[in-house]
C-alpha cells in the first residue's frame, strides 16, 4: 500500500535526523514491527481490508516523533529555526497526522462517512494534503538556498 510506503520512508528519515540513540533504536523497532504486523494483516484479510486502528496508531506515532523532532529542532537551531528545512518537513508532517486524527475523531465527520458520499472525506484529505505539500515545498525551498550557501552544512 502507498501509505505503508508513504510510512517507513518518513520513519527512516526521521531516523537519520532524531537525536539520540535511544530514539534511533526506538525507530528501528518500531519500522520493523508496525510494517510486520501490517503485512501479516495484508496477506491473511486481502490488501483491500481497511485498517483504520492501524491508521490511527500509526498518525498517533507519527505526531509523537515529530513533536519530539521539533522538539529538537528548535533547540538545535533556536532563532534560525525556519532556515532549517527539517523544520518545516517535521511541521508538515505533525500538521497532516495531526489533521488525520482530529477529523477522525469528530463524531460529525464518522457520520458523514457513514451516511453520505465520500466526497466530503475526499475534498477534507485534499485540503489536508494540499497544506503539507506547502510545507514540503518551503522544505525544499530551505534546503535548496541552504545548498547554495553552504553545500556541506547540515540538516
Request: hydrophobic share 60%; glycine share 4%.
Amino acid at each position: 500500500s502507498l501509505e505503508l510506503m508513504n510510512y517507513i520512508i518518513l520513519l527512516v528519515l526521521i531516523n537519520l535526523v532524531i537525536e539520540g540513540r535511544w530514539w534511533r533504536e526506538a525507530i528501528k523497532i518500531l519500522l520493523v514491527s508496525f510494517v510486520s504486523v501490517v503485512i501479516t494483516i495484508y496477506s491473511t484479510s486481502g490488501v483491500e481490508a481497511y485498517l483504520a486502528n492501524v491508521e490511527i496508531a500509526q498518525a498517533s506515532l507519527m505526531i509523537l516523533l515529530n513533536f519530539v523532532l521539533l522538539l529538537q529542532l528548535i533547540r538545535r537551531h533556536d532563532i534560525f529555526i525556519f532556515q532549517s528545512p527539517m523544520f518545516w518537513f517535521a511541521g508538515g508532517t505533525f500538521f497532516y497526522y495531526s489533521m488525520f486524527l482530529l477529523t477522525h475523531a469528530l463524531p460529525e465527520y464518522k457520520a458523514v462517512l457513514q451516511v453520505g458520499p465520500q466526497q466530503q472525506k475526499k475534498a477534507l484529505l485534499l485540503i489536508i494534503i494540499i497544506v503539507q505539500f506547502v510545507f514540503y515545498v518551503i522544505a525544499a525551498a530551505v534546503a535548496a538556498k541552504k545548498d547554495k550557501e553552504d553545500p556541506f552544512a547540515p540538516y
